[in-house]
């Protein structure tokens, strides 16, 4: 860990590197105004949990980032820069604040015949953040308007590839607080429960614990919830992949939102309704996750 100080840049917990460059000050401008990244939000990214100075997951991170990369027919850096990038930040993190590595790439500029332009950020977890972990949230439900199985047979939608394009994203979770809740599930034009804008859902059905599954559904493939699965069995459950509704979620032993940053958040209500919820096993469940 290296002191904090602009020149190293370090500011106000927050740094920042270019791939090929190194850190640079934080308030260092990295996008030109003609990057397809910021003009159509043209890239993808990944956002991974620094713990006592580490990115955690950072190997699971990096494969999804190159499937997404292929997805997008985007040029993504060889593994080992994007590692040593992320190095990079991760030496000038404070070893003991919890915080949000992301790595960036975006198609570049539209002459650049394919040059990619890749960073990483590190800023720290917000409280809002952590105050979810410890309580819950309050969820609503949200129709993408189309089949839980159309991604499957529609490439251009991009399933499963984490993609800068999250306007909608950001508009669901806005629309969320607009009626008073914390977060959006977001349920297929035939019923079915989905994922959040950015979480995957998890439940557990009497002592499995389930996921939606990605490949029929085109659903982000979360690491949380993927390793939480892994793992499942030393808290003496079972795991399965499976469809359900949000009536369904409301008859089971209760519903968790998993994701890199916020770890686990417990669905407290859906649509207003009280859903089934045990402190001892969202406790457990963060504990296993290491989260805080
Ligand atoms: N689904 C979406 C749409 C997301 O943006 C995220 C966050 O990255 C997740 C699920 C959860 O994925 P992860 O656990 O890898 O953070």
């Not at 959006?184 to 614990?209: H, I, K």
């Not at 409301?250 to 519903?255: E, F, I």
Request: charged fraction near 20%; include cysteine.
């Amino acid at each position: 860990m290296v002191g904090a100080g602009r020149l190293r840049g370090v500011s106000d917990q927050r740094v920042v590197a270019l791939l090929g460059v190194g850190v640079v000050p934080a308030d260092t401008p990295i996008l030109r105004a003609d990057d397809l990244g910021a003009l159509r939000g043209d890239g993808i990214f990944e956002s991974m949990h620094v713990r006592s100075g580490r990115a955690w997951l950072l190997d699971e991170h990096l494969g999804r980032m190159a499937q997404s990369a292929a997805r997008m027919d985007l040029a993504l850096p060889a593994r080992d820069r994007l590692v040593e990038l992320a190095g990079q930040v991760l030496a000038h993190w404070p070893t003991d604040v919890e915080g949000a590595l992301r790595l960036v790439c975006t198609r570049g500029l539209e002459d650049a015949g394919g040059a990619v332009t890749v960073f990483a950020t590190a800023s720290a977890v917000g409280e809002g953040l952590k105050q979810a972990r410890r309580d819950g949230i309050a969820v609503v439900t949200a129709s993408l308007g189309f089949p839980a199985e159309l991604r499957r047979s529609a490439p251009w939608l991009l399933g499963g590839a984490k993609t800068l394009s999250y306007a909608v994203n950001m508009a669901s979770q806005r629309w969320a607080q607009s009626v008073g809740a914390d977060d959006v599930l977001w349920v297929s034009a035939d019923g079915y429960g989905l994922e959040a804008p950015t979480s995957t859902l998890v439940w557990l059905d009497d002592s499995t614990l389930c996921t939606v599954p990605v490949n029929r559904t085109g659903i982000l493939a979360g690491t949380t919830a993927r390793w939480l699965l892994d793992h499942a069995e030393s808290l003496g459950w079972t795991t399965a992949e499976r469809m359900i509704t949000p009536t369904g979620l409301t008859r089971t032993s209760g519903a968790w939102l998993t994701s890199s940053i916020r770890g686990v958040a417990a669905v407290r209500t859906l649509d207003g309704a009280e859903m089934p919820f045990s402190a001892e096993h969202t406790g457990r469940i963060r504990d296993l996750l290491g989260f805080a």
